[in-house]
C-alpha cells in the first residue's frame, strides 16, 4: 500500500471516529427512549459536517502535498538519471519549497560525480588497452613460446608462438590444463624445485631467483621443449601462479643425437682396429721367421701405430663428452634438494627407505635426468641385494661431488652393473638410458665398499659453476673461548653410556647464532639449530632450526656475521618456547658444539625461564681440535675445515655450522680412536684435562 492511500484511510478514519463520538456523546446524556431528543438531531447534523470537514481537508493535502510528492518523487527519479542540466521545475512545487531545490542540488552533484567516475574509468580502460596492446605486441614478436598459468596448470595467457611450438592446429584455450600438452613430470618437478627453494627462503639469495630451466616434450612426444618457468609471487613467498617460457629445441637435440651415434660409433670403432693391431704385434712379437733388424723395425711401427690410434680415441672421446655435456641443459643444484626429490619419488612409488646423510653440497647438472636416475639405481640395487635401507649422501672429492648410494652388504659385481647402462630409464625425455644420462654430466659409475659391510654405489658429478650462501658477508668475530670452564668440566658419565664406544652413541651437534658475545649483559639467542649423528651417519634430514625472537634489537655489527635481521625474527617464538623444544629434539642425546661454553653459557641462563635443564654429556669440537693438533694450530671453524678438506656450504647460520661441525666431529672420532680414546669417558676425560690446562695457564 502506497503513501497516499495510506494517507487516505487514516483521514476516513479520523471522520468516521468523529461522527460516531458526536452521535454516541448526546445519545449517553439523553433519557430513556431518546425520542425526540434535540440533542440526537444536533448531533446528526455535527456528525455530518466534521465528516465533511474532514473530507475537505482531505481533499486539500491530498491535491496540494500528497499528489505534489508523488509527481515529485518520479521527477526526482529522472534527474537522478539525468545529466547535470537534468532539473526539478521549482516553481510547479512552490509549496513544497525548498524540496525541490534540494533534489535539484544533489541531481547535480550525482551527474557530476557520474562524469568524474566515467572519466576515470576511460582513463583506466585506456591505459588497460595501451599496457594490453604492448604486452600484445611483444608476445607477438617473442619466438618463444609463453604461457601464464595458476597453481592448478589452468592457461590464463598465451601467445600465438606457443601455438606454433607446441605445434596445435586449434586454440589452445584459455582455462586449459598445460599438463594436457606438455609432459607432465619435468613441469611438476620443476615446479616442486621452486616451490621448495621459496619455502626455504633461498630464492632470495638464489641466482636464478625463482626460475628454473628443464626439458619438456609435448604429449605425443615429438618434439622437445627447452622450457623455463618463472614463478608469480604475491607478497613476497605466496605463489600464486607461474610463466613458462618456451622454446623448440627438437632439432637441436636430435642434431645432437646424430652426432652421438657418430661419436660413438667413430670410438666404439676404433676398438677391433686397436685390438688386431696389438694381436698383430704380438703374434709378430713371437714370430721367429723374420731376422732380428726387420722384426724389430716392424714391431715398432707397429706398436706406433697402437699408441697413435690410442691417442686419437682418448681425443674424440674426450671431445664427444665435451660436445653433449655442453649441449644439454644444465643448473647448479643442491645436493640436499636433489636427494629429497629422490626420497619423495621413491617413497611415492612403495620402494626402500631412504635417509638422507652427510653434508649438502651444490652441484651442476640436470635435475630431472639425475633424480630419475637415481631413482632408478636404488629400484635395481634393492632388487640385486636385497636392501630396504639405503643412505644418500653428496661429498666432494677433488674435481668432483660424488653422490654415494650406501647400503649394509658387499658391493654389486661391475659385471651386474654394466647390464643396467642401457636400460632405458622411466619417465626420463626422449627414451634415455642410463648411459645417456651419465654422459650427459661426463660421469660414471661404480661400486666399492668404504669399510667392512658396507657398500655403496657412486655416482661423480661435476661440481657447481659458481659460488653460493654467503661468501659476501665478512667473516664472524672470534667468539671468546670460555665464559665459564665449570660448564665445560663435566663429571665422567656413568654405567653404560660411559663405557660406550664414540661411534656407537647418538649425538646432536648444535650451533647458536646471537645478538651479541656477552650474555651476562643481556645479549640473546636469535637461533639455534642442531643435527643428529647415529651411529656415525649424519642425518641431514634429522635436524632442528629455529629463529628465536630475542626481545630486543639485533645490533648492525652483528647482523652482517649471522645475516639474521630484525625483521627475520618478528613474530617468531620467545626462548621460553623454542628451548623446551630443542630439549625434547635432543632428548638422550650427547650434544657436540664447537666452543661449546659460549653456546651452553646462553642455555643455562635460559633454563629457569624454559623449564628444561640442558645437563646432558657435552663434547666440544675446539677442545677436541687442541687435543688432536696443538694448542698452536687454528682451531677455528674454517682453519679446521680446510685442514681436512672438508667444503664449507652455508657457513654463519646455525644449521649450517652445525652441518660443518658434525662433518669436523666424525673425522675425529676417527682420530681420537688412533690415541686410544674410545668411548664417551675417554673423551670427557680427556676434555676435563684439557680444561684444567687451560685455567691453570690463564692464571700465571
Known amino acids: 500500500m502506497d503513501g497516499r492511500r495510506r ?51 482531505w481533499r486539500i493535502v491530498d491535491g496540494s502535498i500528497l499528489r505534489s510528492l508523488v509527481a515529485l518523487a518520479g521527477e526526482a527519479r529522472v534527474v537522478g538519471h539525468g545529466t547535470v542540466a537534468a532539473r526539478v521545475p521549482p516553481e510547479r512545487y512552490a ?95 620443476t615446479l616442486e624445485r621452486l616451490t621448495l627453494r621459496v619455502k626455504d627462503g633461498r630464492h632470495h639469495t638464489h641466482a636464478m631467483g625463482v626460475t628454473a630451466e628443464f626439458v619438456a616434450a609435448t604429449t605425443d612426444g615429438r618434439y622437445l621443449l627447452q622450457g623455463r618457468m618463472s614463478l608469480i609471487l604475491q607478497e613476497e613467498d605466496v605463489i600464486t601462479g607461474y610463466v613458462v617460457t618456451f622454446d623448440d629445441v627438437t632439432a637441436e637435440l636430435a642434431a645432437l643425437g646424430k652426432r652421438d651415434a657418430v661419436l660413438r660409433a667413430a670410438t666404439e670403432g676404433f676398438r677391433p682396429p686397436v685390438a688386431n693391431l696389438l694381436a698383430a704385434a704380438e703374434t709378430l712379437s713371437d714370430n721367429p721367421d723374420l731376422d ?48 629429497n626429490l629422490v626420497i619423495a619419488r621413491v617413497a611415492a612409488a612403495g620402494g626402500p627407505a631412504i635417509t638422507l646423510t652427510g653434508l649438502p653440497q651444490w652441484l651442476h647438472g640436470d635435475s630431472y635426468s639425475l633424480v630419475v636416475l637415481l631413482d632408478h639405481l636404488v629400484g635395481r640395487l634393492g632388487e640385486v641385494t636385497g636392501a630396504r635401507n639405503f643412505d ?39 627414451g634415455l638410458t642410463v648411459t645417456d644420462v651419465l654422459q650427459h654430466h661426463r660421469s660414471e659409475l661404480w661400486c666399492d665398499a668404504p669399510r667392512p659391510g658396507q657398500a655403496r654405489m657412486r655416482v ?36 653404560e653410556l660411559g663405557r660406550t664406544p664414540l661411534d656407537k652413541l647418538t649425538f646432536v651437534v648444535f650451533d647458536t647464532e646471537t645478538t651479541g658475545l656477552r650474555p651476562s649483559d643481556g645479549d640473546e639467542i636469535i637461533q639455534i639449530a642442531g643435527v643428529r649423528i647415529v651411529n656415525g651417519r649424519i642425518l641431514t634430514g634429522e635436524t632442528f632450526s629455529q629463529l628465536v625472537d630475542p626481545g630486543r634489537s639485533i645490533p648492525p ?125 675417554d673423551a670427557i676425560r680427556s676434555a676435563n684435562m684439557l680444561v684444567e690446562l687451560h685455567a691453570r695457564e690463564r692464571a700465571f
Open 392 to 430: 644418500l649422501s653428496a661429498e666432494t672429492g677433488g674435481s668432483w661431488v660424488f653422490v654415494d648410494i650406501s647400503w649394509s652388504g658387499t658391493p654389486v659385481a661391475s659385471s651386474v652393473v654394466d647390464g643396467w647402462m642401457e636400460q632405458a630409464l622411466p619417465d626420463a625425455l626422449g
Open 292 to 339: 732380428r733388424d726387420s722384426r724389430r723395425a716392424f714391431e715398432q711401427v707397429i706398436l706406433e701405430e697402437c699408441a697413435a690410434l690410442s691417442g686419437r680415441l682418448e681425443s674424440v672421446t674426450a671431445d664427444y663428452r665435451s660436445i653433449i655435456t655442453g649441449a644439454w641443459p644444465m643448473s647448479d643444484i643442491h645436493s640436499g634438494n636433489l636427494i
Open 460 to 495: 661423480p658429478l661435476p661440481p657447481t659453476e659458481q659460488l653460493h650462501g654467503h661468501a659476501d658477508r665478512a667473516p664472524p668475530s672470534a667468539r671468546p673461548e670460555f665464559f665459564d670452564f665449570s660448564l665445560l668440566h663435566q663429571p665422567i658419565a656413568t654405567a
Open 557 to 681: 655489527e652483528t647482523i652482517q656475521f649471522h645475516g639474521v635481521t630484525d625483521d627475520m625474527v618478528r613474530g617468531k617464538p620467545k626462548a621460553s618456547v623454542v628451548l623446551p623444544q630443542f630439549h625434547l629434539f635432543v632428548s638422550g642425546a650427547v650434544l657436540v658444539a664447537h666452543n661449546a661454553a659460549f653456546d651452553l653459557k646462553f642455555l643455562k641462563m635460559k633454563e629457569k625461564v624454559s623449564g628444561v635443564r640442558f645437563d646432558h654429556p657435552v663434547l666440544d669440537t675446539m677442545l677436541l681440535s687442541r687435543q688432536l693438533q696443538g694448542p698452536d694450530a687454528d682451531h677455528t671453524l674454517d682453519g679446521i675445515a680446510r685442514r681436512l678438506g672438508i667444503q664449507v656450504v652455508d657457513r654463519h647460520t646455525a644449521l649450517g655450522d652445525s652441518l660443518l661441525t658434525a662433518a669436523i666431529f666424525l673425522r675425529f672420532v676417527d682420530m681420537l680412536r688412533e690415541q686410544n680414546v674410545i668411548t664417551l669417558d
Open 7 to 57: 494517507m487516505a484511510l487514516l483521514f476516513a478514519s479520523v471522520g468516521a471516529v468523529a461522527a460516531v463520538l458526536m452521535i454516541l456523546l448526546p445519545a449517553t446524556l439523553a433519557d430513556g427512549d431518546g425520542a425526540g431528543n434535540p440533542l440526537a438531531t444536533q448531533a446528526l447534523g455535527g456528525a455530518a459536517v466534521a465528516v465533511a470537514a474532514v473530507f475537505a481537508l
Open 95 to 189: 509549496a513544497l519549497s525548498p524540496l525541490p531545490q534540494a533534489i535539484n542540488e544533489l541531481g547535480e552533484k550525482l551527474a557530476a560525480a557520474r562524469s568524474d567516475i566515467d572519466e576515470a574509468v576511460a582513463s583506466s580502460t585506456a591505459v588497460v588497452q595501451e599496457q594490453k596492446s604492448r604486452l600484445s605486441t611483444l608476445l607477438r614478436d617473442l619466438h618463444e613460446g609463453v604461457l601464464v598459468c595458476n597453481q592448478q596448470h589452468q592457461i590464463l595467457l598465451y601467445n600465438q608462438a606457443a601455438l606454433t611450438l607446441l605445434h596445435l592446429t586449434a586454440d589452445l584455450g584459455l582455462g586449459r590444463n598445460l599438463l594436457q600438452v606438455v609432459t607432465r613430470a619435468p613441469v611438476l618437478h
